[in-house]
């Protein structure tokens, strides 16, 4: 079992419709979540962090952390052409080693 | 400069050469990493620094692979005798502290190809 996973895609949703991304993770004494958009040939960027469970809201991103089941999710809201990307989950596993999902693939279509 | 920095951001080697990237974090960042990135994967831990401290290494796929942070601030990862499976984008990234939730903030990376 990988230690972050993610479904490959490619997801494809309509211009303003709802994009769900989500990633599982492996260690339950991760404590620190983040997801990051990477375009094509570019480097990631981040998007938004979590460590508490719930939901936070950034804009139009919403990051959803539910680490009894040890799931991390990211809803992008009005979805545009331009949040086409890649979208890498990334969890802290223990001391500052990061480990990044494979990433999921978003197509927006106009 | 504003952000993270390397160089070369492109770099062709003969299998069997050696390589020495460099990255400049951004001025003041404590924290530095290295990443190696395959096509279609996301980007795999190499190793981590904290200020002139190398803390981990368990990342490096191989003993030749060498990564230094001498002054605290540019870090060079090293390829020796390199090998086409070490084909990749290596990413550098850098926070402003120690922290395990410090924002990463990635350089452009440099894409090497080993013929």
């Known amino acids: 079992q990988k230690e972050v996973e993610q479904n490959s895609g490619?997801?494809?949703?309509?211009?303003?419709?709802?994009?769900?991304?989500?990633?599982?993770?492996?260690?339950?004494?991760?404590?620190?979540?983040?997801?990051?958009?990477?375009?094509?040939?570019?480097?990631?960027?981040?998007?938004?962090?979590?460590?508490?469970?719930?939901?936070?809201?950034?804009?139009?991103?919403?990051?959803?952390?539910?680490?009894?089941?040890?799931?991390?999710?990211?809803l992008i809201r009005d979805s545009q052409p331009s949040d086409s990307a890649t979208y890498l989950c990334a969890v802290n596993i223990k001391g500052f080693k990061t480990i990044f999902g494979a990433g999921t693939r978003l197509f927006v279509k106009a | 400069g504003a952000g993270v920095s390397q160089s070369p951001r492109y770099k062709v080697a003969k299998r069997g050469q050696d390589v020495a990237l460099r990255c400049d974090p951004i001025s003041g960042h404590v924290?530095?990493?290295?990443?190696?990135?395959?096509?279609?994967?996301?980007?795999?831990?190499?190793?981590?620094?904290?200020?002139?401290?190398?803390?981990?290494?368990?990342?490096?796929?191989?003993?030749?692979?060498?990564?230094?942070?001498?002054?605290?601030?540019?870090?060079?990862?090293?390829?020796?005798?390199t090998q086409q499976e070490d084909s990749a984008v290596y990413l550098c990234a850098s926070s402003l502290g120690k922290g395990t939730q410090e924002t990463q903030y990635f350089g452009p990376g440099t894409r090497l190809l080993v013929l």
């Open chain 1, 10 to 74: 490619p997801l494809s949703v309509p211009e303003g419709a709802i994009a769900s991304l989500n990633c599982t993770y492996s260690d339950r004494g991760s404590q620190s979540f983040f997801w990051y958009r990477q375009y094509s040939g570019k480097s990631p960027e981040l998007i938004m962090f979590i460590y508490s469970n719930g939901d936070k809201e950034d804009g139009r991103f919403t990051a959803q952390l539910n680490k009894a089941s040890q799931y991390v999710s990211l």
């Open chain 2, 31 to 81: 924290s530095l990493f290295w990443y190696q990135q395959a096509l279609g994967q996301g980007p795999e831990f190499l190793t981590y620094f904290q200020n002139e401290a190398q803390l981990d290494k368990s990342g490096l796929p191989s003993d030749r692979f060498f990564a230094e942070r001498p002054e605290g601030s540019v870090s060079t990862l090293k390829i020796q005798r």
